[in-house]
């Protein structure tokens, strides 16, 4: 493994780990109530996916802007886990058009997102994280239904969450700060606040069936 590589692999093989924990919880708590299950094995999955196709990228990495089957894995799971993020919370919290509406969205801009990550191979590094950002934001189209649906401790968790990975798409975007390149750089920031609202969604969801 590339040396530079060390931090962003064993901190998203950590998140993988912990968000198969996370799923077997989700499941737990939520046993025999068959349609919470199947919305927490999508979500769990999701996010299992993005960090365990992340370490592995990060582990075979050997060198910046490489184009890999991994590479292409790891950014079109990142699609895959805000749509995932996505599904339990409108499930629980919307009902009717607003529901289906908000769950059918995210899932098929990730058919685009895979799309586009497989045969726009040298797009500007810039576009990831506004498709990321816009894609992340789209609760802000229900917003109403779900201030009133929600319990205000899980609505402001929700917003968190997306506070957290917004300001992780503007350090990657931005490249900045950069405090120890290839030790601690912006990269590693990057990651850090992806597990920090992936940790805080999780907690979201977890209040949200027990």
Do not use: C
Request: charged residues 10%.
């Amino acid at each position: 493994m590339n040396k530079t590589e060390r931090f962003s692999h064993y901190s998203h093989l950590g998140g993988a780990v912990a968000a198969v924990a996370g799923l077997l919880v989700l499941l737990a708590v939520t046993w025999g109530r068959w349609d919470y299950m199947a919305v927490m094995l999508v979500y769990g999955l999701a996010v299992t996916t993005l960090f365990s196709f992340s370490a592995v990228y990060h582990a075979l990495k050997k060198r910046e802007n490489e184009i890999t089957v991994w590479r292409k894995l790891d950014h079109i799971a990142i699609f895959i886990m805000i749509a995932g993020s996505y599904t339990p919370l409108v499930y629980i919290y919307l009902e009717g058009a607003w529901r289906w509406g908000m769950i059918i969205a995210p899932w098929a801009i990730v058919l685009l997102g895979v799309f586009y990550k497989l045969f726009w191979l040298r797009a500007p590094r810039v576009l990831s994280p506004i498709l990321y950002l816009g894609m992340g934001w789209l609760a802000l189209i229900p917003l109403k239904e779900l201030w009133i649906s929600m319990p205000p401790l899980a609505f402001w968790g929700v917003v968190a969450g997306g506070v957290a990975y917004s300001i992780g798409a503007v350090i990657y975007a931005l490249k900045r700060p950069n405090p120890v390149p290839g030790v601690f750089g912006f990269h590693e920031i990057f990651h850090v606040w992806i597990l920090i609202g992936a940790l805080v969604h999780f907690v979201v969801v977890f209040a949200a069936v027990v």
